[in-house]
């Protein structure tokens, strides 16, 4: 690991860090975000609406066309009491508050009249009392809000019992409620809070809180008690964590047990509002009787009494992103509760949510520091679908809600992070060298200089290794004719045409000694087929520069070519960086070096520009290859047997070649035999090698005086240590 990557590693981990830190303590943004994607998922796929045994008495703007504006008298709330019970229904709840005196009874309206005669006033009907006798023994259950003011809270009519400690402190708090008038008190069979999402600073009602509390009493909320009283019953049974207090897991209420949060609130999943749910209370109140079929739809149901006007503000907006009257949500609670679909969200989810940020960014970190930051991107794509997936298919199977953005957007972060960080200090050191050296060092050099800090060490390795040398031809006769700028012109076009073959062929470029070109392959990488890949690149420069000399490239503008001689050999050399600490090379040495360099000479006297070693001619066999002869080289006490490069697979298996390979064969055999016919042979072959795109006149008039280097080998084995 490298000093920049240490450094990005740990910034990288303190940017997890921090995120971590940040989840858990759940800010406000977070918390919306979460919230916003749950709501989507119910607008995918929201509760499918069932004809359930629940039905809202809407006060709608007909009713209060039809029969006068907001607030009614009591007494004909205490009719539209007496139609409902008659008909059947199992509880009447009124998501309405009734915490002043009606002022349209006729004893209110009569006590301002000045000097009424007090006793007549006692006789005058009273709505509150009206409407308390009509609720008296009927399954009616009225609402109560929380109020600022006062210390007022009701009296409950369901009693609570606990598996654990009594979670006074769990729910949301109640320190006062509004009134309500003693009578209706008194008289109803349940009494609940109306209150939808209280301090949640959120227009959208995702939650409603089952239970308030002041330290002391719990109260139900309005559906709850509608559930309790259609059933008879008249107790609820609260469970608690274990270990945990102050919380709640269950509410249990008659034949339902419905699971909740911590602090006792029901996750709501919506269905989308729809007019069945919904009776105009008109058709209740009608004078000439109720519609047989809202009669059959009222029996038997939990009904909320509320209203749908506008202009008298319970007004609500959904998961769903409708907006409903406050009691529609009165009356999904229920429904929801009748039906078993249930959302949670499971007290493990915030640490499970923790711990991936935690886990993920520090993979993210680690793959985009040590590998790639792509391979970064692709790991983090693939996460965030399957934290995606994850969500979804909890939320629709199990109704289980997981946040699958916390994990995503702070993946997205630290990957953003790291890759920033890599690309401004880590990756610079690589562009550096890129800069500095990508014109002269293969890809693959490079690659392990990038990624290998042991690779500028000094040292080296023996490996079986192919070395190029590549030389001009009469290079101190052109310099001469030459000023020295358009010396250094000739070379740098000279240079960088025939260097490219070596790159393109993955070969290391080692180093350019005045007009000459030094290369080898098969490192500092495995390189498969490297003799093949060398002598590739050869046949290429050879075509390169023919196409410049007929271009007249080189600017000398008399027609005079330009000829190279090339030397390949493969054997085992040291490669390594080689030279002192501070300035250094990567180079091969040793004696496959030297016969490389030796064969490359050697061209001059062969007369051919291409010349391989019989090891590098043994692992070419499908190149078109011709033997030059055994030449005593400069410092080898062994004669080398060398082969002319005559042209690739295609010229190897052409009939020309065939050809004048039979006749460079009967040659040979002239020369081994010292046979006066080695001459006539030559021509021969000569006149056969015509038909080839390769010049090889000079080659064979060359052949018959070079006689001594074509000696038959005495053995196989002589052939192998030669190599």
């Known amino acids: 690991m490298t000093r920049a990557q240490h450094v990005g590693v740990i910034v990288g981990l303190v940017i997890v860090a921090i995120l971590t830190i940040l989840r858990a303590s759940d800010p406000l943004l977070l918390r919306q975000a979460r919230e916003v994607a749950f709501d989507e998922y119910q607008r995918i796929?929201?509760?499918?609406?069932?004809?359930?045994?629940?039905?809202?008495?809407?006060?709608?703007?007909?009713?209060?066309?039809?029969?006068?504006?907001?607030?009614?008298?009591?007494?004909?709330?205490?009719?539209?009491?007496?139609?409902?019970?008659?008909?059947?229904?199992?509880?009447?709840?009124?998501?309405?508050?009734?915490?002043e005196p009606d002022r349209l009874s006729p004893r209110a309206v009569m006590r301002d009249v000045v000097g009424i005669d007090p006793s007549l006033l006692g006789q005058?009907?009273?709505?509150?009392?009206?409407?308390?006798?009509?609720?008296?023994?009927?399954?009616?259950?009225?609402?109560?809000?929380?109020?600022?003011?006062?210390?007022?809270?009701?009296?409950?009519?369901?009693?609570?019992?606990f598996t654990g400690e009594p979670p006074f402190h769990a729910p949301p708090r109640l320190d006062s409620a509004t009134p309500l008038r003693p009578q209706l008190a008194a008289a109803a069979a349940g009494i609940g809070h109306i209150s939808l999402n209280p301090g949640d600073p959120s227009a959208v009602v995702r939650t409603v809180p089952l239970l308030l509390s002041d330290g002391e009493q719990l109260y139900p909320n309005l559906a709850l008690e509608a559930l309790r009283v259609a059933q008879g019953a008249s107790t609820y049974v609260l469970a608690?964590?274990?270990?945990?207090?102050?919380?709640?897991?269950?509410?249990?209420?008659?034949?339902?047990?419905?699971?909740?949060?911590?602090?006792?609130?029901?996750w709501l999943y919506v269905s989308p509002d729809r007019a069945d749910r919904y009776i105009s209370a008109r058709q209740i109140l009608a004078a000439d009787g109720v519609p047989p079929e809202t009669a059959k739809a009222i029996e038997g149901s939990i009904v909320f009494v509320g209203t749908s006007a506008a202009g008298l503000q319970d007004i609500r907006t959904t998961a769903l992103g409708t907006n409903v009257p406050g009691v529609s949500l009165q009356a999904q609670t229920v429904e929801q509760i009748l039906s078993g679909r249930f959302l949670s969200r499971p007290d493990w989810a915030d640490g499970l949510e923790i711990l991936s940020i935690a886990v993920v960014g520090t993979a993210l970190v680690i793959l985009t520091t040590f590998v790639s930051p792509a391979m970064a991107l692709a790991c983090g794509l693939l996460i965030t679908a399957l934290a995606l997936a994850?969500?979804?298919?909890?939320?629709?199977?199990?109704?289980?809600?997981?946040?699958?953005?916390?994990?995503?957007?702070?993946?997205?972060?630290?990957?953003?992070?790291?890759?920033?960080?890599?690309?401004?200090?880590?990756?610079?050191?690589?562009?550096?060298?890129?800069?500095?050296?990508?014109?002269?060092?293969?890809?693959?050099?490079?690659?392990?200089?990038?990624?290998?800090?042991?690779?500028?060490?000094?040292?080296?390795?023996?490996?079986?290794?192919?070395?190029?040398?590549?030389?001009?031809?009469?290079?101190?006769?052109?310099?001469?004719?030459?000023?020295?700028?358009?010396?250094?012109?000739f070379l740098n076009t000279f240079l960088d045409a025939l260097s490219r073959h070596v790159i393109e062929n993955e070969g290391?470029?080692?180093?350019?000694?005045?007009?000459?070109?030094?290369?080898?392959?098969?490192?500092?990488?495995?390189?498969?087929?490297?003799?093949?890949?060398?002598?590739?690149?050869?046949?290429?420069?050879?075509?390169?520069?023919?196409?410049?000399?007929?271009?007249?490239?080189?600017?000398?503008?008399?027609?005079?070519?330009?000829?190279?001689?090339?030397?390949?050999?493969?054997g085992l050399a040291c490669v390594g960086n080689m030279g002192a600490e501070t300035h250094f090379n990567y180079s091969a040495?040793?004696?496959?070096?030297?016969?490389?360099?030796?064969?490359?000479?050697?061209?001059?006297?062969?007369?051919?520009?291409?010349?391989?070693?019989?090891?590098?001619?043994?692992?070419?066999p499908q190149y078109a290859l011709l033997e030059a002869g055994a030449l005593a080289l400069k410092g080898r006490s062994t004669r080398t047997r060398t082969f002319a490069v005559v042209g690739d697979e295609n010229v190897a298996i052409s009939a020309a070649f065939s050809?004048?390979?039979?006749?460079?064969?009967?040659?040979?055999?002239?020369?081994?035999?010292?046979?006066?016919?080695?001459?006539?042979?030559?021509?021969?072959?000569?006149?056969?090698?015509?038909?080839?795109?390769?010049?090889?006149?000079?080659?064979?008039?060359?052949?018959?005086?070079?006689?001594?280097?074509?000696?038959?080998?005495?053995?196989?084995?002589?052939?192998?240590?030669?190599?």
């Open 124 to 161: 005058l009907p009273d709505n509150d009392e009206i409407f308390a006798r009509s609720i008296a023994g009927k399954p009616v259950v009225l609402g109560f809000a929380l109020s600022n003011d006062g210390r007022y809270r009701p009296e409950m009519k369901a009693g609570f019992a």
């Open 390 to 489: 994850a969500s979804w298919f909890a939320f629709l199977y199990a109704g289980l809600l997981l946040d699958p953005l916390a994990p995503i957007i702070s993946g997205s972060i630290t990957h953003f992070s790291a890759t920033a960080f890599r690309f401004l200090v880590i990756d610079r050191e690589r562009r550096e060298v890129r800069a500095a050296f990508g014109h002269y060092l293969s890809p693959s050099l490079l690659y392990r200089i990038e990624h290998n800090r042991d690779a500028l060490r000094l040292g080296g390795d023996d490996r079986e290794l192919t070395v190029m040398f590549v030389d001009v031809r009469n290079f101190t006769e052109i310099s001469e004719r030459l000023a020295p700028t358009a010396v250094v012109a």
């Open 240 to 266: 608690d964590a274990p270990d945990v207090p102050d919380t709640i897991t269950l509410v249990k209420i008659g034949d339902f047990v419905v699971p909740v949060t911590a602090a006792g609130e029901l």
């Open 45 to 99: 796929v929201p509760r499918t609406f069932e004809d359930l045994p629940v039905r809202v008495v809407d006060i709608d703007e007909a009713s209060l066309k039809e029969l006068g504006q907001w607030p009614w008298p009591r007494d004909r709330m205490a009719l539209l009491v007496n139609r409902l019970s008659e008909l059947g229904a199992s509880a009447i709840a009124f998501d309405i508050l009734f915490s």
């Open 659 to 723: 050809e004048l390979r039979h006749a460079h064969g009967q040659l040979v055999e002239t020369l081994f035999s010292r046979s006066p016919a080695a001459r006539e042979a030559a021509r021969a072959a000569k006149r056969q090698a015509s038909a080839l795109p390769v010049d090889l006149a000079e080659f064979y008039r060359r052949i018959p005086r070079r006689a001594e280097h074509f000696q038959r080998p005495t053995a196989k084995k002589d052939r192998v240590a030669s190599k």
């Open 589 to 620: 040495v040793g004696d496959t070096v030297n016969v490389a360099a030796r064969i490359e000479a050697a061209c001059k006297d062969v007369c051919f520009d291409i010349l391989v070693s019989e090891s590098t001619a043994d692992l070419v």
């Open 508 to 570: 290391t470029l080692d180093k350019f000694i005045g007009d000459s070109i030094m290369a080898f392959w098969n490192a500092p990488v495995d390189v498969t087929n490297h003799a093949a890949k060398a002598v590739h690149a050869a046949l290429a420069m050879r075509e390169t520069l023919a196409r410049l000399n007929a271009e007249d490239a080189f600017g000398f503008g008399d027609g005079r070519a330009v000829g190279i001689g090339i030397g390949i050999h493969t």
